[in-house]
């Protein structure tokens, strides 16, 4: 009998536990539902120019042959290079290349940069699925940051919060638009904090392991109150897919680029020149 009792309370005292644990990993159903509606896809279209492997070779070395267009020696290299070009191609259907989040209820929308750039035509799809065309405000190439603006009004928006407060281990959500598939959620934790990458000098990024695909750029990254903290902007891989290391832009960096283009239109620094000599 005393056995008997031994083993019920172990029983009881393992299932106590595991119903504490299961206590403390959070519900992320109510943040997506909550937040979702304020995310949207992001595709663009871009005119295409002709298959001239010259042009090509201009554009990729910045004609520095110097070799003037019509020369002998530039038909020379078109010749070499195979041929005088082909017919310019039409415009490419749009292809689903990122994600943004809605800012203002009249249609402001931060995504990254690299996702519009070069763009000549901007198409939104909103949660409900209506397609909107959008205009670039302003962008930053250092940061990261595009301002997009659609003629629309009483759209849902994400609450903004702050990046300084999260902790290394804390649990955020990422919302975003991976190989076009609308508002797709994955979740993780933050791994660090700080972390300057080679490609961007002027960020010191969120890094998180939230699975983040291509698509997902210019996403909100969310922390468990709801608040966006982040912009998922990139991961490190030596494949090209997710290997558990993604980096944000803080929520503070693109809200004070926003600021900025909303006044000026652009982005403008501060530098410091310094000059050596001997003493």
Same mark, same amino acid.
Do not use: C
């Given at each position: 009998?005393?056995?008997?009792?031994?083993?019920?309370?172990?029983?009881?005292?393992?299932?106590?536990?595991?119903?504490? /644990?299961?206590?403390?990993?959070?519900?992320?159903?109510?943040?997506?539902?909550?937040?979702?509606?304020?995310?949207?896809?992001?595709?663009?279209?871009?005119?295409?120019?002709?298959?001239?492997?010259?042009?090509?070779?201009?554009?990729?070395?910045?004609?520095?042959?110097?070799?003037?267009?019509?020369?002998?020696?530039?038909?020379?290299? @078109?010749?070499?290079?195979?041929?005088?070009?082909?017919?310019?191609?039409?415009?490419?259907?749009?292809?689903?290349?990122?994600?943004?989040?809605?800012?203002?209820?009249?249609?402001?929308?931060?995504?990254?940069?690299?996702?519009?750039?070069?763009?000549?035509?901007?198409?939104? %799809?909103?949660?409900?699925?209506?397609?909107?065309?959008?205009?670039?405000?302003?962008?930053?190439?250092?940061?990261?940051?595009?301002?997009?603006?659609?003629?629309?009004?009483?759209?849902?928006?994400?609450?903004?919060?702050?990046?300084?407060?999260?902790?290394?281990?804390?649990?955020?959500?990422?919302?975003?638009?991976?190989?076009?598939?609308?508002?797709?959620?994955?979740?993780?934790?933050?791994?660090?904090?700080?972390?300057?990458?080679?490609?961007?000098?002027?960020?010191?990024?969120? /890094?998180?392991?939230?699975?983040?695909?291509?698509?997902?750029?210019?996403?909100?990254?969310?922390?468990?109150?709801?608040?966006?903290?982040?912009?998922?902007?990139?991961?490190?891989? %030596?494949?090209?897919?997710?290997?558990?290391?993604?980096?944000?832009?803080?929520?503070?960096?693109?809200?004070?680029?926003?600021? /900025?283009? @909303?006044?000026?239109?652009?982005?403008?620094?501060?530098?410091?020149?310094?000059?050596?000599?001997?003493?």
């Amino acid at each position: 009998m005393l056995l008997n009792k031994r083993l019920f309370l172990i029983f009881i005292l393992l299932f106590s536990s595991l119903q504490l /644990q299961a206590r403390s990993l959070p519900a992320f159903a109510d943040l997506v539902e909550e937040n979702g509606k304020a995310v949207v896809n992001i595709s663009t279209r871009q005119k295409t120019q002709g298959n001239d492997p010259w042009n090509q070779l201009r554009k990729e070395f910045g004609n520095e042959f110097h070799i003037p267009e019509g020369s002998p020696f530039g038909e020379l290299f @078109k010749r070499f290079l195979g041929g005088r070009g082909s017919a310019p191609r039409p415009p490419s259907e749009p292809s689903s290349l990122g994600s943004g989040f809605i800012i203002s209820e009249d249609g402001y929308i931060i995504t990254n940069h690299h996702v519009v750039a070069g763009a000549d035509e901007i198409l939104v %799809r909103l949660s409900d699925k209506r397609e909107l065309s959008a205009k670039i405000i302003g962008s930053d190439e250092t940061s990261d940051i595009a301002l997009l603006k659609v003629d629309a009004n009483n759209l849902p928006v994400v609450n903004i919060g702050t990046s300084e407060n999260l902790r290394v281990g804390e649990w955020v959500l990422a919302i975003g638009s991976p190989f076009g598939f609308d508002h797709s959620a994955t979740a993780g934790i933050v791994s660090a904090k700080g972390r300057s990458l080679p490609s961007a000098n002027y960020v010191a990024f969120i /890094q998180t392991d939230v699975a983040i695909n291509p698509g997902n750029s210019g996403g909100p990254l969310f922390n468990l109150d709801g608040d966006v903290v982040g912009i998922n902007s990139q991961i490190y891989s %030596r494949t090209g897919g997710f290997m558990g290391l993604s980096f944000s832009i803080p929520i503070e960096v693109a809200m004070e680029v926003v600021s /900025q283009i @909303k006044k000026t239109g652009s982005v403008h620094r501060g530098w410091l020149g310094v000059y050596i000599q001997e003493i």
